[in-house]
């Protein structure tokens, strides 16, 4: 665990991929992602790959765990075998497999030893090429760096249900490049298993990294067709057969789940008899009178007595280009309008470029004392609301 004061903030540079941590090798980032751009669903749970497998939430379903070990024993190995076995799809990526999952598969993943330092300080760094050797996939090269991104998969023969999904290669100083494999691909009965040894990749450093994200987009093209669960349940403080919350202690064991169902029932029971007011009503304070909306009338007024429809658009310009640097982090106002910017606002809003050049253009060539008609004003208003 590393610590490193930013002047404003503390980051714990400890990889967790917890969906709720916001620290740079959490995975609040790739959670929100996913919830909000899965066309066919995306859900989260903390169950075991038995668990899901038997109360049937994996039908119809593909599965995704982000781990730093896949502690996965027989029971969860043999559910996971059966659930691709029927048609469905698992993406794991993690550094470290149990002995079972290894044997199993006749797979072993090693790795350089991992410095946040070198992250933290933004030191100089090496980096690694990735690139994916699967057709269909992005064939461009990816820049990551190899603190996050140096692990890879070693076995003595590729075997005919394997498949080479991702590589990676480094050249070392001697100009001699030396590639190896980074993501596999398991055809196993009706479904597959995609193997990936970085999950550090998949992380909110890797999400928010440009040179990153498009690889973790293509990755992810195994498991577009179905909705996709994504389980916790091996994640740090979890050795997926122990419980990793007192909570969860304590309704494992039978005794102690009729304790603290004995001891919830009896709270309910105080705060009902307790309920009852022990002191003088509160008077009800009326709220001060929300008078903005006059406020706007007014002002309102006073720009179509001025009738300067230029103005107008050049004000809500103002709005509309912070509002896209806020969400998109594109400075529309100082930025050189070229063609890159086109393409990166384009890339980011999901406009054409086409679009935003004329609209932008148009913005940028009005002044205070231009002269538009009141339908000119409403169609490049209206326009600009569409964002």
């Keep these: 665990m590393y610590w490193f004061n930013n002047e404003q903030q503390d980051f714990m540079w400890e990889p967790t991929y917890n969906s709720q941590d916001k620290q740079p090798f959490g995975g609040y980032a790739l959670d929100k992602l996913l919830k909000s751009s899965w066309e066919k669903g995306y859900t989260n749970t903390y169950k075991s790959i038995s668990e899901l497998k038997n109360e049937g939430s994996l039908d119809g379903k593909n599965l995704l765990i982000i ?43 090693g790795y350089k030893y991992f410095s ?40 003595d023969k590729v075997k005919d249900d394997t498949y080479i999904v991702a590589k ?36 909110n450093y890797g999400i928010l990294n440009d040179s990153i994200n498009m690889f973790i987009r293509s990755s992810f093209a195994f498991l577009q067709d179905k909705p996709l669960i994504r389980t916790e349940y091996y994640h740090t403080g979890s050795n997926a057969e122990e419980p990793k919350s007192r909570l969860r202690y304590l ?60 103005d ?41 470029v086409e679009e935003l050049n004329n609209l932008i253009r148009y913005l940028d060539s009005l002044d205070k004392n231009s002269r538009v008609s009141d339908a000119g004003m409403m169609e490049v208003l209206t326009k600009l609301n569409e964002f």
Aim: proline share 3%; charged share 25%.
């Design 168 to 203: 990676s290669y480094f050249v070392e100083e001697n100009s001699k490049r030396k590639d190896k494999i980074v993501m596999l691909k398991y055809k196993i009965g009706k479904g597959s298993l995609i193997l990936s040894c970085n999950p550090l990749i998949y992380t």
């Design 251 to 310: 309704k494992s064991k039978k005794p102690l789940r009729w304790a603290l169902n004995i001891s919830i029932i009896t709270i309910l029971i105080f705060m009902i008899f307790t309920a009852k007011r022990k002191q003088k009503a509160i008077p009800i304070v009326k709220p001060p009178e929300n008078r903005m909306l006059e406020f706007v009338r007014s002002i309102t007024g006073l720009y179509i007595q001025k009738n300067n429809n230029a």
């Design 312 to 352: 107008i658009i050049l004000k809500k310009y103002t709005f509309w280009a912070d509002n896209l640097k806020r969400n998109y982090g594109i400075d529309i106002i100082n930025e050189t309008h070229d063609k890159e910017f086109f393409k990166r606002l384009s890339s980011k809003t999901g406009r054409k």
């Design 116 to 155: 946040s330092i070198r992250v933290l300080l933004n030191a100089k760094q090496e980096y690694n090429t990735f690139y994916f050797c699967t057709p269909g996939l992005n064939n461009r090269n990816y820049q990551i760096p190899a603190e996050i991104s140096s692990g890879f998969f070693s076995f």
């Design 67 to 109: 781990t730093e070990n896949i502690a996965a024993y027989q029971h969860d190995v043999e559910a996971m075998w059966d659930f691709i076995n029927e048609g469905g799809n698992a993406f794991i990526a993690t550094r470290h497999f149990s002995t079972y999952f290894s044997e199993k598969f006749q797979i072993f993943a």
